[in-house]
């Protein structure tokens, strides 16, 4: 609590588009129809996942989740942003920052334990199809969801306790365009190398546990479409994990070039260039790969189209 008495910033700036000020308006547009777009294929995988009783299945009820976490996780960020663009004072309060930080976090981190979630059940869906019902049962789904929840709002609280119970004296000045780790810990006036060091740890462990289960899970079901005797079905059982696999490449690859550093390698323009493509275009590009590309959930689609026309 020492600390936090010794703050004297109560707010802080964004710059992380400063640079570019005579393309903000342009920008804004851009990032405008990439949000509503983002929102809007969401909305239409919620509802019919909800709305169609084929599509009431594990996989699909991970996804389901996934795009809730993805809109919540959008939501966070880019409104803030896109008044920012337009405006002439880019700021938030000491405690929205911190606000933004924990959600960003706490939804991030649900976000990489949830992909956990969802390689397990392709593992089972193709290791032990004939259990894959009792092994995945409504239970087991939710207990997974809750724990990706849990261990996300245990990190999240943490990580943003060790940062904002730092003092912050002299500049407030974010190089960024949301209140990251890395951005807020840079104008701190000090901070210890054991709350370094612990923040540092949590987020390997938030991004090397779900993706060594990951690799796990993968490791087994290649093995296993390997001894199908089809090529169909071989071609089908990687087409079932192509999607689950790219979306596990984008967020981890991003998301460790980030967090995996010390602060004497962090680069405000490169950490935003990629910030930029973790929060507004990969929540654009999930639902595309998962979804509106998959055979399946286009048919309920269509059925689902259909009714909503045949009622009107």
């Not at 920008?27 to 919620?46: K, M, Q, W």
């Not at 929840?149 to 609280?157: D, H, I």
Request: hydrophobic fraction near 50%.
């Amino acid at each position: 609590m020492e600390c936090v008495n010794e703050t004297l910033v109560s707010e802080f700036v964004f710059l992380g588009f400063s640079s570019l000020a005579g393309l903000q308006r342009l920008l804004f547009a851009a990032f405008l129809l990439v949000y509503l777009f983002t929102l809007g294929t969401n909305a239409i995988i919620i509802s019919t996942i909800v709305l169609d009783r084929a599509l009431h299945t594990p996989m699909y009820f991970f996804l389901t989740v996934l795009s809730c976490f993805e809109t919540c996780y959008t939501f966070v960020i880019i409104p803030k942003m896109l008044i920012d663009l337009l405006a002439q004072k880019k700021t938030i309060s000491f405690l929205g920052c911190a606000m933004q930080m924990f959600s960003f976090l706490f939804l991030g981190c649900s976000h990489s334990f949830l992909l956990a979630a969802m390689g397990y059940d392709r593992y089972v869906a193709i290791c032990d199809p004939l259990r894959y019902t009792v092994l995945m049962g409504h239970g087991v789904c939710g207990g997974l969801v809750a724990a990706a929840c849990a261990c996300g709002f245990t990190v999240a609280q943490i990580i943003t306790s060790l940062v904002f119970h730092l003092p912050f004296h002299s500049s407030n000045q974010l190089h960024h365009f949301f209140c990251d780790i890395s951005p807020v810990l840079k104008v701190a006036s000090y901070h210890t190398h054991f709350s370094q060091i612990v923040i540092i740890m949590l987020c390997a462990l938030v991004l090397i546990i779900p993706l060594l289960l990951i690799l796990v899970s993968y490791i087994r079901i290649i093995s296993a479409i390997l001894q199908f005797p089809s090529t169909v079905g071989r071609y089908k059982a990687f087409s079932t994990c192509a999607s689950h696999l790219i979306i596990v490449i984008v967020h981890y690859g991003c998301a460790s070039f980030i967090y995996l550093r010390l602060k004497s390698n962090y680069s405000s323009s490169q950490d935003a260039l990629i910030s930029v493509s973790y929060t507004i275009l990969t929540p654009l590009f999930n639902p595309m790969i998962y979804s509106l590309r998959n055979k399946e959930f286009k048919s309920a689609l269509q059925r689902v189209v259909g009714r909503t026309i045949c009622l009107s």
